[in-house]
Structure formats: C-alpha cells, structure tokens
C-alpha cells in the first residue's frame, strides 16, 4: 500500500474513501528502561529509545493501513505523523499517524 505525505499522487486519478488513523502509546516503563541503561547513549542519542519510536511509529502506520483497506483503499494520502506526551507527568509517549484513504487508478 503506498504511503506518501503528499496530497496527490503524480499520473494518478484519486477517489477518495475517508480519514484513517493509527496509534501506539508506549507506557512509563519503557521510560525507566531506558534512563536505567543511559550507557546506551552515544553522542547524545539513545539507540533504545529511537529502535523503540521506531516501533511505535511503524506500528501507527500499520494501523493506519489496515483502517484504509477496511474502506477500500488501495493508498493512503496527505498522511501525519504526531508524537505527544499523555499520562500523569507525560509518563507516556503517543505516536499517531492521520491520513485520508483513497484509491488510486
């Protein structure tokens, strides 16, 4: 399924099938996981934390993917990425992806 952040996708014509979204939220103990191993920080980034962002993102984009085809789609336009603290404190981390279905002929 094509993925794109663009609104239109080049040759082709657009019929449109509604917003999708996906999340994933990575909860407090991850947080204490990885403050706990700060060795794994070289030069100022944390190889854990990112592998784990990486994670939660591709997992909002699946979301988001399965949500398109459930209307038909055969694509997924104008998508966004948000990453936003939730919980007491902002313990946790909330990815979102947010696009608009179609399908592209």
């Not at 988001?64 to 007491?88: F, H, K, P, R, S």
């Amino acid at each position: 399924m094509l993925v794109t952040t663009t609104n239109t996708v080049q040759g082709k014509d657009i019929d449109y099938r509604g917003l999708v979204t996906g999340e994933a939220i990575l909860g407090a103990n991850l947080f204490k996981d990885l403050f706990a191993g700060i060795r794994d920080i070289v030069g100022g980034r944390s190889g854990a934390y990112e592998e784990e962002l990486a994670k939660a993102r591709k997992i909002a984009i699946e979301e988001m993917c399965q949500q398109a085809q459930a209307l038909g789609g055969n694509a997924v336009i104008g998508v966004d990425l948000d990453y936003e603290t939730v919980g007491q404190n902002g313990s946790m981390l909330m990815v979102s992806a947010t696009g608009t279905a179609v399908v592209l002929r």
